[in-house]
């Protein structure tokens, strides 16, 4: 199977030293091969820590860095993770840098 499209998720600002999750769920089957994380403004995500879990799943021991699972990065992982309708993908955002950070979540699908 191919590419079947990209899901941007807000997951809006961030503030400095705080934490925010944000929800989504699926509504169809597919396979995620990438997530990346982008910055609204272009600030640098080195300092944003990430945690990932579906359906009770944990994806991190404790986090990854943002910049890991950047757009901007060329090693940015292939997950080849699969979901069903109803996954419910939870991602938390820590902001360890000293201005807010507004954040994207972009799912890369496949089928």
Avoid at 61 to 71: F, R
Avoid at 94 to 99: L, S
Wanted: aromatic share 10%.
């Amino acid at each position: 199977m191919g590419f079947a499209k990209f899901i941007t998720i807000d997951i809006g600002p961030v503030p400095s030293g705080s934490i925010v999750e944000k929800l989504w769920e699926s509504d169809e089957e597919f396979r995620i091969r990438r997530i990346f994380f982008v910055e609204k403004a272009g600030n640098p995500i080195n300092a944003v820590e990430v945690t990932i879990r579906m359906n009770g799943t944990v994806y991190a021991e404790d986090y990854v860095p943002a910049v890991i699972l950047s757009h901007i990065n060329p090693l940015n992982p292939e997950l080849d993770i699969s979901i069903t309708k109803g996954t419910k993908i939870v991602f938390g955002l820590k902001n360890n840098e000293t201005g807010v950070r507004n954040l994207y979540a972009v799912l890369e699908l496949w089928r």
